[in-house]
């Protein structure tokens, strides 16, 4: 089992930067694979980037590919997303997910693991 809260969410305006954060409790953290998605009013959700426990590995949507950074601390159990050069259709709620499979996965139902999101708005 794993838990995981999200934070750093906030309002900030086109062209700034966010650093998001996911703190994870539970045992086998380091064996999770991780990811962020998003998700916009009345939209699907969305995935943003995964990295894997093995390799240190990341994979990124095209949507934010260049602009986005996601990385973890083992130490601190922590997973980050940092963005750059925020747009006003990088406005949802971001989430922070896990899942035990060994590859890197980017579907919202291969992941079994959710915090409650983070609210990101993005004013132009």
């Known amino acids: 089992q794993v838990q995981l809260v999200e934070s750093g969410g906030g309002l900030v305006q086109a062209g700034g930067s966010l650093r998001l954060s996911c703190a994870a409790s539970g045992r086998a953290f380091s064996t999770y694979g991780m990811g962020w998605f998003r998700q916009a009013p009345g939209k699907e959700r969305q995935f943003v980037a995964a990295?894997?426990?093995?390799?240190?590995?990341?994979y990124y949507a095209d949507s934010v590919k260049g602009r986005c950074t996601i990385s973890r601390d083992y130490a601190k159990n922590a997973v980050y997303l940092q963005m750059n050069s925020l747009k006003p259709e990088d406005t949802a709620v971001y989430y922070c997910?896990?899942?035990?499979?060994?590859?890197?996965?980017?579907?919202?139902?291969?992941?079994?693991?959710w915090g409650q999101g983070t609210q990101v708005t993005v004013s132009s």
């Open positions: 990295i894997s426990w093995s390799d240190g590995s990341t």
């Open positions: 997910a896990a899942h035990s499979r060994l590859r890197i996965l980017n579907k919202p139902e291969e992941y079994g693991y």
